[in-house]
């Protein structure tokens, strides 16, 4: 598995300076979970690059709702469009693939330098098709036809209705970021999605080496059960959730089922923490940095908490392949009254709604500002 170590400290030609540094030497990949037209434009994110080992980055519909609705970053571009009759959904995915095109071009270097292990971007379908699978499956093509990069991941939830259009887009040659995971439960789910989707190009005679990351999110456990378990385990359900997934993570990894398939050439879907940013303002605002350290995966942190661990994070040990003590502390969560199983479904139900909501706030700021642009004309 040597294919999927990146930021080797003996291969770095600067000497190592902070903690980004550091757990990229470490062997996990670094990814920014933002997008502004700004941060590209201004050299902000090449810097991140530069300076703090980024490697790529995520988006989803709360972070461009947040981007366009409160700069005038994107007036100038949304003029533009709506005078060649752009609106609604068509305009922002226009904006979106403006900014993510730009931001591979950033990374290709690296994604070329790994081989297509990292340096990537992600584009979201639309959140109101988390329940369709022909729609999702169809919108995922398209998108990624349309922003012509290898290296940029289309954004499809896991939900039981997602996950056959996952199979379906990895069949098509479609790079796919599985999004919305919440448990070991849901990330074997979508880890067998994207195996069948890998073994099925095998049998057609097509190349299995289409990339994929699942996105199992880490800090919404916590506050889902703030207040609701005794203190010596708030902040520590989301750890234990990622722990397990670690541990099936590396059991995929080791299975039969995959060794077959990466003689055939597949490569790894490669695990990815997300959510990642502190949502306790009395815990550490780098807990789940600090505390994620594992070689072959990816965590994607927001831009504060990138900073905070650039500035005053440690690099803790690095997960236990086996889980470590991962079990034990789901037991005492589960005698404490949490139902795991159903906390998931509940928190991925949520995260759908969550980005919907956020989809149509978009849409909506896009609809108030096409309106205000057209009177200010």
């Known amino acids: 598995m040597s294919h999927l170590l990146v930021g080797r400290a003996e291969d770095a030609e600067e000497p190592i300076v902070n ?8 062997g996990q990949s670094l990814w ?3 997008i502004t037209r700004k941060l590209v434009e201004s050299g ?22 947040h981007a366009i609705s409160k700069s005038q970053d994107y007036d100038g571009a949304i003029r533009d469009k709506v005078k060649a009759g752009r609106a609604g959904e068509a305009l922002f995915f226009e904006l979106a ?12 270097p690296i994604h070329d330098a790994t081989d297509g292990v990292d340096g990537w971007v992600s584009l979201e379908v639309s959140p109101l098709l988390a329940y369709d699978t022909a729609k ?7 998108l990624h036809a349309r922003a012509g990069r290898p290296n940029l991941f289309i954004k499809i939830p896991g939900t039981p209705q997602g996950l056959p259009a996952i199979e379906e887009a990895i069949f098509a040659g479609v790079p796919i970021n599985v999004t919305l995971l919440f448990s070991r439960g849901h990330y074997v789910a979508a880890a067998d999605a994207y195996l069948r989707g890998v073994e099925r190009r095998i049998a057609a005679g097509l190349s299995p080496n289409v990339r994929s990351v699942a996105s199992i999110f880490i800090s919404r456990w916590d506050k889902a059960v703030a207040g609701g378990v005794p203190r010596e385990l708030h902040d520590r359900l989301g750890i234990a959730i990622a722990m397990r997934a670690y541990r099936a993570y590396r059991n995929v990894l080791d299975s039969d089922r995959f060794q077959r398939l990466a003689n055939a050439g597949a490569r790894p879907q490669r695990l990815l923490f997300a959510s990642t940013g502190t949502k306790d303002p009395e815990a550490s605002d780098v807990l789940y940095v600090k505390s994620l350290a594992a070689p072959n995966t990816i965590n994607t942190m927001p831009e504060a908490t990138l900073l905070a661990f650039a500035d005053h994070g440690e690099v803790g040990p690095p997960l236990a392949t086996d889980g470590g003590d991962a079990d034990e502390q789901l037991a005492r969560f589960a005698r404490a009254g949490v139902d795991v199983s159903a906390l998931a479904a509940q928190l991925q139900s949520e995260g759908a709604k969550s980005f919907a909501d956020s989809w149509n706030d978009l849409l909506a700021s896009i609809a108030s500002k096409c309106e205000a642009l057209n009177k200010g004309k």
């Open 97 to 108: 693939i403006e900014d993510l095109t730009r931001a591979a071009d950033l990374f290709r």
């Open 44 to 65: 902000t994110l090449a810097r991140y690059a530069r300076e703090l080992s980024i490697t790529g980055l995520t988006s989803n519909p709360t972070i461009f709702d």
């Open 32 to 34: 920014l979970d933002n």
């Open 19 to 26: 903690a980004t540094q550091k757990l990229r030497a470490a």
């Open 136 to 142: 999702t499956i169809a919108q995922a093509k398209e």
